[in-house]
Structure formats: C-alpha cells, structure tokens
C-alpha cells in the first residue's frame, strides 16, 4: 500500500510539473515572417532607392511598399497605427517625422515620439547651388548683392511649408537677408528650375543637387552641414566663409521607425540586422550613387537625435 502511494505521489508531481511547465511563455524568435518596410514617398526616389538596397542586403526577408501622400504623413500614419509586432516598419527622415508635428502635415502631431527608433542609416548633407545663369560663384557675393537688392533673388528647394523652406527661412534671416521662395513640387521640379535659370538659387541635399553640379548648369556655393561632402570636398561649409555660423548642420538622416508600443528588444533586433546589411557592398554603392554620407545610429541615438531636431523644427517654425 505504501508502494503504491509512493508511486501515486510521484505521478502527481510528474504532472505537476508538466502542468507548470506549460505556463512559460514561448520564446519568440523575430523576424520569422515578412517584414513590410513602409516608404512614405514615390517609388524610385532616394527614400525607395535606399529601402530596396537594404531589404536585398538583410538576412531576413523584406518588402518595400510605397504609400504616399499627405507630404510623407500618410505612409507614416499607416505604420503608427499598425500592429506593433516589428512586421511594419516606416523607412523616412527624421526631419519630415519632426517637422510633421509643426507643419500641419501629420494628424497626430505627437507622432515623432510615439514611433519607437530602430535604426538610422545614413545622411544626406544640405548644400546651397546657384545657376549658372546667375553668376554667382561665392556665399559672399551672393549675401552682398542680396543685402543691396532685398527680394531680388529666387530661391527654391522644396514644396511650401516643408522642412527644407524651414531651413531656407533660417538661413535667410541668420544672413540677414531676403530671397523670395518659389515652392516646386519635389526636388526634381526644383533642382530643374535652378537649372534652366527660372530660379537664381536652391538649397536642399547632396544628393539632388549632384545633377546640377555634374552638368554644369549650377555652380555649388557651400555646404550646411558641419563637415565638407565628401564627395564635392572643393565646396566649403558656410562656417567656413562666413562666422557665426559654427553651430548649422543641416543633414537629413534616413532612419526605420517601428509603431508605438514595439518592444524594445524587437527594434534593437531589427537595429542590428540593418547595421550588419550595411556593410554589404551594393548597399554602399547604392547610398554612394546617391551621395548619402553612411552612418549607423542605433535606437538609444537615433531617439536623441529625433529629439534634438524636433527643437530644432520648434525654434525655427516660431
């Protein structure tokens, strides 16, 4: 009898462990699907050139898919109200996400800091061109001629209302100077309006303005960014010409944001599947075809950086 109780009270524990047993949570193994990388912008545009080189560079499987409209905002909401399991994930600049918050463009103004960060990939440098038509070779000639004839100048780089006139509306009054802005849909409609001589200047990234420079129909003046291209290395910063300017970089930085509520291992897992495809060589060659500085922020940095030029965006829409 007392055999059989022993063996009875094995069996009970047996199976109460099994029964325990079963409670732990499984552990999940991320990605094992298809990650859906959302560009908020036209496809064959920088933001969608730069998805496609990493989703062919990443050891998981991704596809990009553009949804725009709404100057990068619908994209954007798409992925902010989508479910936060790091399956959908927006591929845009942390200047359109923080200057959404002043401009009117994103219906949740807050949306910058309720995305949670998973990588930011690479820069692309603000530099000012002038056309050829202009004349102008030089900052200073242009600030010097500006100053004698206030609204003569054309300047364009964007659409009306966007984060690069935000810039252009800075540089304007740190210059002490007045252009008038002419808004074009897009940076191809503005770098071909520099071009042609319909417009004197235009400011807005390394990458748009090559074109132009290469063809030589514009004439690249400086750079508004703290460092030199490295691709036009000849073409001096404006801290370099004139002082007081020490503290302007304006560099789109190409980030991937996840929706809000992502667990934070989730991101850092994606991070650092992004970092390790950005050593493959025809994700370089892609960013080096267009003139995209490489550079890797991870979560924890790429959320001070939002941060920083979110303030940024606040000064300068005041």
Same mark, same amino acid.
């Given at each position: !009898?007392?055999?059989?109780?022993?063996?009875?009270?094995?069996?009970? !524990?047996?199976?109460?462990?099994?029964?325990?047993?079963?409670?732990?949570?499984?552990?999940?193994?991320?990605?094992?699907? $298809?990650?859906?990388? *959302?560009?908020?912008?036209?496809?064959?545009?920088?933001?969608?050139?730069?998805? $496609?080189?990493?989703?062919?560079?990443?050891?998981?499987?991704?596809?990009?898919?553009?949804?725009?409209?709404?100057?990068?905002? $619908?994209?954007?909401?798409?992925?902010?109200?989508?479910?936060?399991?790091?399956? $959908?994930?927006?591929?845009?600049?942390?200047?359109?996400?923080?200057?959404?918050?002043?401009?009117?463009?994103?219906?949740?103004?807050?949306?910058?800091?309720?995305?949670?960060?998973?990588?930011?990939?690479?820069?692309?440098?603000?530099?000012?061109?002038?056309?050829?038509?202009?004349?102008?070779?030089?900052?200073?000639?242009?600030?010097?001629?500006?100053?004698?004839?206030?609204?003569?100048?054309?300047?364009?780089?964007?659409?009306?209302?966007?984060?690069?006139?935000?810039?252009?509306?800075?540089?304007?009054?740190?210059?002490?100077?007045?252009?008038?802005?002419?808004?074009?849909?897009?940076?191809?409609?503005?770098?071909?309006?520099?071009?042609?001589?319909? *417009?004197?200047?235009? &400011?807005?990234?390394?990458?748009?303005?090559?074109?132009?420079?290469?063809?030589?129909?514009?004439?690249?003046?400086?750079?508004?960014?703290?460092?030199?291209?490295?691709?036009?290395? %000849?073409?001096?910063?404006?801290?370099?010409?004139? %002082?007081?300017?020490?503290?302007?970089?304006?560099?789109?930085?190409?980030?991937? !944001?996840?929706?809000?509520?992502?667990?934070?291992?989730?991101?850092?897992?994606?991070?650092?599947?992004?970092?390790?495809?950005?050593?493959?060589?025809?994700?370089?060659?892609?960013?080096?075809?267009?003139?995209?500085?490489?550079?890797?922020?991870?979560?924890?940095?790429?959320? %001070?950086? &939002?941060?920083?030029?979110?303030?940024?965006?606040?000064?300068?829409?005041?």
């Amino acid at each position: !009898m007392k055999k059989l109780l022993t063996v009875l009270l094995c069996l009970a !524990m047996v199976f109460c462990m099994a029964a325990c047993g079963s409670d732990e949570p499984e552990e999940v193994v991320y990605p094992d699907g $298809t990650i859906n990388v *959302v560009v908020p912008f036209a496809a064959g545009g920088g933001q969608h050139v730069l998805a $496609t080189a990493i989703s062919a560079a990443v050891d998981a499987t991704m596809v990009v898919t553009n949804v725009t409209g709404g100057g990068g905002s $619908t994209g954007a909401m798409e992925v902010l109200h989508s479910n936060p399991d790091g399956y $959908t994930v927006l591929c845009s600049t942390l200047q359109n996400i923080a200057a959404g918050a002043y401009n009117g463009t994103y219906q949740e103004a807050d949306a910058w800091e309720k995305f949670v960060p998973a990588a930011t990939v690479a820069g692309d440098r603000m530099m000012m061109i002038a056309s050829k038509a202009s004349g102008f070779t030089s900052l200073e000639d242009i600030v010097e001629y500006s100053k004698a004839n206030p609204g003569k100048l054309t300047v364009t780089g964007a659409t009306a209302n966007s984060y690069t006139q935000l810039v252009i509306e800075k540089f304007m009054a740190d210059l002490g100077v007045e252009w008038e802005f002419v808004p074009f849909d897009g940076e191809n409609a503005c770098r071909n309006a520099c071009m042609g001589g319909q *417009v004197d200047l235009c &400011i807005f990234g390394t990458a748009a303005s090559s074109t132009a420079i290469d063809s030589g129909d514009c004439v690249g003046i400086c750079m508004l960014s703290a460092e030199r291209s490295s691709y036009y290395p %000849e073409i001096p910063t404006v801290s370099e010409v004139l %002082e007081g300017f020490d503290a302007y970089d304006f560099t789109i930085y190409r980030c991937y !944001m996840l929706p809000p509520e992502t667990d934070a291992a989730v991101a850092d897992t994606l991070g650092g599947i992004i970092e390790t495809a950005m050593s493959n060589a025809d994700f370089v060659a892609s960013c080096e075809s267009m003139f995209l500085e490489v550079g890797f922020m991870d979560r924890e940095k790429t959320t %001070e950086v &939002i941060t920083n030029v979110y303030n940024e965006c606040g000064e300068m829409y005041k």
